[in-house]
């Protein structure tokens, strides 16, 4: 992107010298590329979804390289998480039939919510999904997939036709009222499904930067003690948040998806 | 966290709805709003009524508020 430091300190205010607080901005979301392939620019943000796609590949293939029945170890800590994504979100919306849809679900849960971790971890403290792409991209998938699925069992009309006419409306008001059900469908939800994630872990990163940033700030005014160990332990506090959002938004994201799945496969419209 | 979806025509009521509804609400309301608002807009630009922007946005979110209570009171 543009030339922007990679660190408001690196504007030079350093502590007790008198400067103004270092607010943290939107420049703190672009980093300067660690290095350039063919014009695509490699910074801190792709390498973090690189590196959770490659943790998922070899946490999942190391747990069920040689699955057995009594599973131990990894394979039990992988079927902890298989059977989580199964039972509290597939099978919450899709029932029986949807198992067929636990590998995408599951790859879903699992990128989302490692991305998002990765704002907690030290020396790495950046949530890739606060880049706008990821869940864009993410929500462009899903969204291809539901609209594929819904096509695939209704036939292209019989699914434009359930997507567009609500159901218990008297007719005369379905022209007034189909074009909003039809817009909400098939245009505003992978909308709001990549903004919600995008925005949540946006402005948790933010919140951490302010008051961890004012944590050694303040320490350099008069009475900074005081204000500084409180806004260390809103820092705290505010991490442990975090941890709770980094995972719900994950959980939100796969519930939303397998619901949107199972929306279009119902065919009691 | 019991929306379970099933191949039936109604819903049995004792159940409650699933988040995913709930977040389609939200976006009927959201969705409506923009349809009709920007519909609104063009309508206020070819016939030079400013009023007819925020109008269409209020139609927007009672067409999405009609369809919601028709959605949810369907039998």
Redesign the interface.
Known sequence: MSDVSVMTTASGCHIFSGCGYPAPSIADFYFKPIFTVGGIAITKPVVLAVLAGVIILIFFYVAFRKPKLVPRGTQNLGELGVLFVRD?IL?????RKGDKYLPFIVAIFFFVWIMNVFSLIPLIQFPATSKIAFPAGLALVVWVTYITIGMRTKGPIGYFKQMAV????PWW?LP??S???L???I???PF?LAIRLFANMLSGHLLLLVFGLASWYLLSLSIGLLFAATSFLLTIILTGLEVLITALQAF?FA??T???I??AT???H | MNGRREQESGRDPSQPRSPGEGWTFLSYMIGGMILYGFVGWLAARWTGWPVLFPVGMLVGLASAIALIIFRVTRS
């Open positions: 509290q099978r919450q919306q899709l029932g609500p159901e218990g409306a008001i007034l009222l074009p909003v059900e817009f909400s469908n245009l505003v939800r709001t939100i519930t939303l397998s619901f949107y199972a929306d119902e065919t009691s």
